[in-house]
């Protein structure tokens, strides 16, 4: 039996702004401004990049 580790912890400045409604719901952007990660074997920082793009639809 494979035993798993979590490999690290991540807490990441996440700021969310509404793009507004369309025809398939409502979109967010979420923007990753920073942050910190750390583990038994990695610890680092997150830059100030990349985010991710959410639709919550209508239903």
Same mark, same amino acid.
């Given at each position: 039996m494979i035993e798993l580790e979590p490999l690290l912890d !991540? =807490?990441?400045e996440v700021?969310?702004?509404p @793009?507004? $409604?369309g025809p398939y719901g409502n979109? =967010?952007?979420f923007e990753v401004s920073g942050g910190e990660f750390e583990g038994p074997r990695l610890r680092g920082k997150v830059l100030q $990049? &990349? &985010?991710? =793009?959410? !639709? @919550?639809?209508n239903d």
């Open positions: !991540l =807490w990441a700021h969310t702004r @793009v507004g $409604s979109r =967010w952007i $990049s &990349g &985010g991710d =793009w959410m !639709l @919550v639809g």
